[in-house]
């Protein structure tokens, strides 16, 4: 099913739309392509909004048993994507709160402060990775201190690329409205980053390596722990890494956070999804 999801990522409506008619009329093979298309896309927005792959795997689950069973109900009149999306966000809105999901800008620069240790205390592979997670922890922790609806604006708009029309369309929100919550989280994560992040402003020193070496110290971090730097992947194309290369000095704040991996949804979500579409429990293929 990854070959699929690879294949299908960048599926045309046309593409998607015939599969769809295909699996609503019970073809499992074609339910298949059609969880493939979306379920990286929909496991990666669950992950950025509720902080830790177990939560974001359930979520994504959840999300896409609702887009399997709905099938039937795209009319076409928007785009799969924006219509996946619409369902995404508002399921996400309303999840409980993931275990990470208790951050606050003012919590997260204290513990930052708290863990500076001096990182040749580690071997260099190890300090490599820890320092690794650091910085994937923290991009995620500063959303995590946005509050939800600010973080699903933040994240459709300036990590998933929406244009500002079809964002407020997927939030049932009116475009100005929309503008002026997207306004507000990057304000603050600006306001954040520039004082407390080096990859952001170089004129602020790096501290990853630091914090990962006193996270260590401290028992948080070891090898078995670390949740985002041994994660399973995507690696994208030449192209989109030239045209991210080309987008350096635009956006700062976005730039940062996009840097995180395209994260794969993981095999354990597309097993259990596979084992549901052949167990004949779906009225949706039993026609």
Request: glycine fraction near 6%; proline fraction near 3%.
């Amino acid at each position: 099913m990854s070959a699929e999801a690879d294949g299908l990522a960048n599926a045309t409506d046309e593409q998607l739309t015939a599969l769809i008619r295909t699996a609503t009329a019970g073809d499992k093979t074609a339910a298949h392509q059609v969880l493939g298309a979306v379920q990286d896309r929909v496991y990666r927005l669950a992950l950025r909004m509720l902080g830790h792959p177990q939560d974001a795997e359930d979520a994504a689950q959840e999300i896409l048993l609702i887009v399997l069973t709905h099938l039937g109900s795209f009319r076409g009149e928007s785009s799969f994507f924006t219509w996946v999306w619409r369902i995404a966000a508002r399921r996400l809105v309303e999840v409980k709160h993931g275990r990470r999901e208790t951050d606050s800008f003012e919590a997260l620069e204290e513990r930052l402060d708290s863990f500076l240790e001096d990182p040749r205390a580690a071997g260099a592979a190890e300090a490599a990775v820890f320092a690794q997670e650091v910085r994937l922890r923290c991009t995620e922790a500063m959303l995590l201190s946005l509050d939800r609806p600010s973080r699903l604006a933040y994240l459709l708009g300036d990590v998933f690329h929406l244009p500002g029309d079809d964002a407020a369309a997927v939030l049932e929100l009116d475009p100005a409205t929309y503008r002026k919550r997207l306004g507000r989280a990057r304000e603050r994560l600006y306001d954040f980053m520039r004082r407390q992040c080096g990859v952001f402003d170089p004129s602020n020193a790096c501290r990853c390596e630091q914090v990962a070496a006193g996270a260590a110290a401290s028992g948080l971090f070891s090898r078995e722990s670390l949740l985002f730097a041994v994660h399973a992947r995507r690696v994208p194309s030449p192209a989109v890494q030239r045209a991210a290369q080309e987008m350096s000095g635009l956006m700062r704040v976005a730039e940062v956070i996009r840097e995180d991996p395209e994260y794969a949804a993981p095999e354990s979500l597309i097993a259990r999804l596979r084992a549901l579409l052949t167990s004949d429990r779906l009225a949706l293929l039993q026609s």
